[in-house]
């Protein structure tokens, strides 16, 4: 039985629920994919454990559930910190779930650099790294080299990033290979999809948030998602990994969600719609995309006018494949959870290969 050495930086709800969901189920990997992940490192804010024969998964969960950090831990390393446990320990591949930093993508950066570095996969559930340096992270790995199963440059996934279990990047670049995008409508950021439908209902903003954050998928920090940052990090790396446009933030107009009101919001569910935090991107004459993300109402005859209950989706119109419309109603951060599995089974396919 194969066994990839893994490191998991972040053990909040993404990286907690990740745990749960390989020890709910600790056969099904090798079951059906035939390898088994070994967790040999994690990080959290307190600090890093590390052992090469494979760290006590039930144990890390207890200790998160109780609010406690891995210095507990028989294995913590106080030498260590989670660059330097990217940098030196045994490993074949990290996963990367600390907090998105938009100033300096840190520690996500260094950690996710490090390992690609040294020809490490890396698989991100946060989004700084990738919305910071996309297009060196992208040199770094199979990226540079279009993803061909045939790159000897280390694999680098971050289909969880873009919505979750949503397939966003999957779809845009595998499904519409060989078409050409003219608009995407994405609606990728949950938090907000939960703040309006609350507030549709008649919930004020504070109770709305809440009901988000008890769900566990509002961000550390609330204001990314409140104010749209969380969505126009998600077209920036959409941008770049589907559209191939090497856009920044700088690129997109951004405007958040304060200024709904509870009158606009019973109009727009009035009339049979509804209004979402929607990321577009438009295609111009000259081949270049203009990036947005508002908050806009999805009439009734709009593909995503029915998402409910917090559901993400995203509608794509291509000059060959017409409109691709998608959705994915999810559990909390476990869909996320399963994008982050789903690019490890690919990853491990392609090393398998080599
Ligand atoms: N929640 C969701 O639904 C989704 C989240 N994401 C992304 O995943 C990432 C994690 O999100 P989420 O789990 O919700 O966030 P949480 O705040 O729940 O967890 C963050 C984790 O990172 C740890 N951490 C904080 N600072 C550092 C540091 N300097 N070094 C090492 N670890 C650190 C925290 O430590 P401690 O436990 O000690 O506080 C915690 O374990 C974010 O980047 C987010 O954008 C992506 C898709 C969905
Ligand atoms: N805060 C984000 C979490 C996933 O990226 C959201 O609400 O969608």
Redesign the pocket.
Known sequence: MDTVHTLL????????TFLEMLIADPERLPRRYGFRLKIVGV????GVALDPSGLDLAAIVDL?RRRL?VRELPAFRSDL??VTLAQTAEYDLVLE????NLRDG???LDIVRSALQRGKAAVL????PLVLAFQELARLSDWADDLSPHSQRPPLRFS??VG?ALPTINFGRRDLAGAQIERAELVVN?TTQVILEQMAAGADFATALAEAQRQ?????DPS?DVDGW?AANKLVIFANAVLNQPATLADVQVRGIREVSADDLAAAWRAGGRISLVATAVRQTDGTYTLSVAPTVLTADHPLSRLAHGEMGFVIYSDSAGRSTVSSLED??LG?CQAMLRDVIDIRHRLKRH
Do not use: Y
């Open positions: 930086t972040g053990l909040g709800n993404i990286g907690r990080a959290d804010s307190t998160k950090g910190n989670p779930a600390t907090p998105t840190q520690p996500g559930a946060s989004k700084g969880g990033a979750g949950g566990g998928i509002v961000e550390p990314l969380d909390g951060p996320t």
